[in-house]
């Protein structure tokens, strides 16, 4: 909670001091009234969903023996719903190629299933179904390079890049079932809560690859941008020597980190404004402009 | 009116996101560092799907491949044997019900093989057995005398020390076994009163599980007597024996309720011990003690653990870990957890380490590893029912994490 606290002061000095050093440099380059597909510059806010689903490279478990499952479940994408909100900046180089940064807040989340049962020699059974969730919380820095296709006020693009995330927590709730029928009950359930901070167990480092495409649409000075990203973790986010290191989560829930990489899909939308032709503020109160004027 | 530079604007904005990028770079490159050899660190519990099946770890020993050998008790009293490999996965089980009340200490053949005293069932002889890592047990010796054996310890030139309770006679009989397997020392304890009961609990896991245990002394290469941890005249208590085998002097416990739960010989008539006094347990990392002496273990000095359970099983050894000579006392909290306390050994508290949680964890024995960790061995309950064996390995980086 402190961390997430910190993150969002952070960013949010960050940009309001760049916002009041400009501001107060004045005598600098007046802007003018332009044109939307003139602007060189963009700045904006981009929030909305993420989708993951890892992908395991070493799966481990706290238990060994002969005729055991004991690779987890891992839950579809689609139950693994996150959420991100973040700045964008960027710069187009053309009328068809940019680049932006969009420093995010992620959160990430994904869960998975172990199931242990035992039996006697007369039918009876417990079984026992752990449900782990990982929430993981990122400050992603993501870079991109844009193609365009100019459709009027719409512009579909593609675009790809790379993002580097820093581990500012993680938490993980678990769930346990028990279906015991040794109490003399045809059908017993008993169900408990955890939670615990499991921040240690993963890196702080992400590395990652991205893939995606979108669609804008200028509405007066504004461009409002819809997107779809396909992110793929290049590394291991498992602290392989904190594996053991929980005895509450390995010895007692039973729980092991996998080695695994996050592969995300990420749903957003996003508010943009040209920071060289349509912010044009009146110190009297003036109103920004709202005339447009095409380039040639 | 004033109006924005947008230059400065993205100046500004980049320089500002170039630095904290520049800045957790250099904190955060830890990706290229997240490498760790599988096999110096685990945590293992060898389960399976029978509600009736039960464990109880006796030794283990590591084994030529990297991975160990467990000696267990399955079912209160057959033999069990598990192999784990390096990564502590299970490589094989098995169970042979030909063989009851198996005890440690194992030992290394020069084969490699393992070696343990066992029961056979039907003629209730100690018997000495070996088993190779490829699962394969051989009878090697079945001896005469019809007891119940309570435990065993190499000696260091190959031979045995073997401890057992004549149950017709009511005694306990301390033997010295050569290398060849021939009995060439035998001396009885009687403890003057009927301690079947007692016997009984700690043979069938039914109660206090009393610190019987056998052990050498050496100056250097050179053995001066031996100790035996045994019930004699009332009361339980540390015997020890010259080299010649004449009985010296001895360590007497307070009934059955006082003694010493764990002794090691270090050098120069110096010894690191623990003892219990009815509920309470005491360290005492280094004293000295003249073998020729009877004393109490009541005057032996010693701190008080609050942490350890009543009765609980110490297991008290000597490693030498990131270059340090280290003492490791192991047992079992009052909650159920396993803990390990470094000393060195001249008695100067460096650490200790907790492992398991939720549910039970007992400690049973642990090992010093090829590779400078630690192996430990437990039981616990999965589930909070289901006795199993459980294993963990730590690193010397782990525990040199935990010393002072």
Known sequence: MILKKQVFILLTLFVFTSFLKVADSKGQQKLTEGDMDASKWWMGIKTGANFTSPQIIVPYSVFSGENLTLEKSYSGSLQNKGFQIGILAGHAFTNFLSVTIQPSYFIYSYSYQANYNWIDTVGNKIDLNFNYQQILYYLDIPLFVRFYYKLGKFQPFIQGGGYYGILLNGRKNISIEENNTLSGAAYDFTETKKTFNNKNLFLKSLLGWTLGAGLTYDIEWFRIGFEVNYRGGLNNITNVKNRFSENNLVSGVYDLMDDLKLRNTEVSLSVAVPLDNLVHVSRSGGKPSKKRKRAN | ?404
């Open chain 2, 1 to 404: 009116m004033f109006s924005i530079s947008y230059f400065s604007l993205i100046n500004n904005f980049c320089s500002g996101l170039f630095i904290i990028l520049i800045f957790f770079l250099f904190t955060h490159c830890d990706i290229k560092k997240n490498e760790i050899k599988p096999e110096s660190s685990f945590a293992k519990i060898y389960n399976n799907e029978k509600i009736e099946g039960s464990f109880y770890p006796i030794d283990l020993k590591q084994t030529s491949d990297g991975g160990f050998l467990v000696l267990a008790a399955a079912n209160l009293w057959d033999t069990y044997l598990l192999k784990i490999n390096s990564k502590g996965e299970q490589e094989w089980d098995t169970t042979i019900t030909s063989i009851v009340n198996p005890i440690g200490d194992l030992s290394i053949s020069n084969n490699g093989s393992l070696r343990f005293f066992g029961m056979d069932k039907l003629s209730r002889q100690i018997t000495l057995l070996e088993i190779s890592q490829d699962k394969n047990l051989n009878e090697l010796k079945r001896f005469s005398f019809t007891t119940t054996a309570l435990s065993s310890s190499p000696t260091p030139n190959g031979g045995y020390l073997l401890l057992s309770y004549n149950y017709d006679k009511g005694k306990t009989f301390f033997h010295i076994i050569s290398p060849v397997f021939e009995t060439i020392y035998e001396q009885e304890y009687d403890p003057l009163e009927d301690v079947t009961d007692k016997i009984d609990a700690h043979v069938y896991r039914r109660g206090i599980s009393y610190p019987f245990f056998t052990g050498t002394i050496l100056n250097g290469n050179t053995t001066v007597g031996y100790y035996v941890n045994v019930f004699y005249e009332y009361r339980i208590a540390l015997q020890f024996i010259d080299a010649g085998g004449l009985p010296a002097g001895k360590l007497d416990g307070y009934s059955y309720r006082g003694g010493l739960s764990s002794f090691l010989p270090l050098a120069n008539n110096q010894f690191a011990l623990s003892r219990f006094a009815f509920e309470e347990n005491f360290f005492t990392p280094n004293v000295p003690i003249n073998i020729e002496d009877i004393q109490s273990v009541s005057k032996l000095n010693g701190k008080q653990i609050y942490d350890i359970s009543a009765y609980a099983k110490v297991v008290l050894k000597k490693a030498i870990i990131g270059g340090r000579d280290i003492l490791i006392y192991g047992s079992t909290t009052k909650n159920n957890r396993i803990i390990l306390y470094f000393y060195t050994p001249t008695g100067e508290y460096l650490g200790q380490k907790y492992l398991g949680a939720v549910f039970p964890y007992e400690l049973f024995n642990f090992i010093h590893t090829n590779d400078g960790g630690l192996a430990i061995l437990g039981k616990t309950f999965v589930a909070g029912r289901f006795p199993r064996v459980c294993l963990f390995k730590l690193s010397s980086e782990e525990i040199g994490g935990i010393l002072k």
